[in-house]
């Protein structure tokens, strides 16, 4: 019996759990490409969670103003701020082809891992 249902039916694509991490020291840029990712799912009518937000990472470097070594003990401080969000799909791995294929911001990086 249960052979018969097997060959009656059709096989489905099979549907992945896909997580697409963006990252970008821009935060602009980085919520138009979350907003342009999402919009771009959702006409395609797939199930999504996110842009969930990560904690910003702080990164600060500290030097001495002066090249010698002499005069007053000036310092000057620089921080770059990395951005993170996270994006998760419900879809097959062929929809997702289609969803990145849009245009990037410059300065936003993205990652696509698929699991099972």
Same mark, same amino acid.
């Given at each position: ?23 970008? *020291? ?54 770059? *701020? ?35």
């Amino acid at each position: 019996m249960s052979m018969q249902k097997k060959a009656g039916l059709e096989e489905k694509p099979t549907v992945h759990r896909i997580r697409i991490t963006l990252t970008s *020291r821009n935060v602009k840029n980085l919520e138009k490409v979350c907003a342009d990712l999402i919009e771009g799912a959702k006409k395609q009518k797939l199930k999504v969670k996110g842009p969930v937000r990560m904690p910003t990472k702080f990164l600060n470097i500290t030097t001495r103003k002066t090249p010698c070594g002499e005069g007053s003990k000036t310092w000057d401080r620089f921080e770059m *701020r990395i951005h993170k969000r996270v994006i998760d799909l419900h879809s097959s791995s062929d929809v997702v082809k289609e969803i990145t294929s849009i245009s990037i911001e410059p300065g936003v990086e993205v990652e696509v891992t698929i699991a099972q």
